[in-house]
């Protein structure tokens, strides 16, 4: 598909092909790169404006700002992956918000149903006139009770009070999880992520790490670049943080033993 050619992931793309050409990849938040990848047959630059697989890595205000500019000028679209980081996960509605900046496309899902299969392909009116019927469709974008459920979702967290309490929250998570890389250095490098979309660098495989914290009752994901992702509910509560750092700490203990 598409999506697998554009993140040329080996992960993705083993056991796939023939691969659509015309995809080009360029290392993350090198726009130095990028500029010089742009040329007359560019039709547009596609990011994350936080990687998730790749390792919970949020690209630069001034990145953003700067390929934001480099469309501009070269007449191409700007495309956001915002699947992961999207809809409150970040603090903010949508992450590229904190850089002053929008996109001519956007991608949206998992978050904006709430758990219930939905996903969107959002743009603009000048991006869209050059859409044909059922060109930005997907094949889990529109039942009725999709669009009810997607509704109550958004209304509840594009209300400034609920991402409010998200990066309350986010802000507790993460001082709970820099004590934990501090009692167990030997483990954790650091913290890193933004909102409640979080991420441990580890010094041991984070494999290792993912599977102590299952035995412990914890669910997490590996990512890039030997981070363990933690992504909890936005809804998630103060004692529910204390007793995940509770369960994180005999996992590092027991991943240590192992």
């Not at 929250?169 to 409640?196: I, M, T, W």
């Amino acid at each position: 598909s598409a999506a697998i050619a554009a993140s040329g992931a080996e992960k993705m793309v083993k056991g796939f092909g023939p691969l659509l050409p015309g995809f080009m990849q360029v290392p993350f938040g090198d726009i130095d790169s990028v500029r010089a990848s742009v040329s007359e047959s560019s039709a547009a630059i596609i990011v994350e404006p936080v990687q998730g697989e790749g390792g919970i890595v949020p690209l630069p205000d001034a990145s953003l700002k700067a390929l934001r500019q480099l469309c501009d000028d070269a007449g191409v679209l700007l495309i956001l992956d915002e699947v992961q980081c999207g809809m409150g996960r970040t603090g903010r509605l949508f992450a590229h918000e904190r850089a002053g900046i929008a996109p001519d496309i956007m991608m949206v899902a998992k978050g904006i149903g709430g758990g219930f299969p939905l996903g969107a392909v959002l743009a603009t009116e000048d991006a869209a006139s050059g859409m044909t019927v059922g060109t930005h469709g997907s094949t889990y974008g529109g039942s009725p009770l999709a669009m009810a459920i997607g509704n109550a979702v958004m209304k509840t967290v594009a209300d400034k009070t609920f991402l409010a309490e998200v990066n309350r929250k986010a802000g507790l998570l993460r001082q709970k999880l820099e004590g934990l890389v501090s009692e167990h250095s030997d483990v954790f490098e650091g913290v890193r992520g933004e909102g409640l979309m979080l991420g441990i660098k580890c010094k041991m495989p984070n494999a290792d790490v993912v599977k102590a914290g299952f035995d412990e009752g914890i669910i997490t994901v590996p990512a890039g670049d030997n981070v363990v992702r933690l992504l909890p509910a936005l809804t998630i509560s103060d004692e529910e943080i204390a007793e995940a750092m509770t369960r994180m700490d005999k996992a590092a203990t027991a991943a240590k033993a192992a």
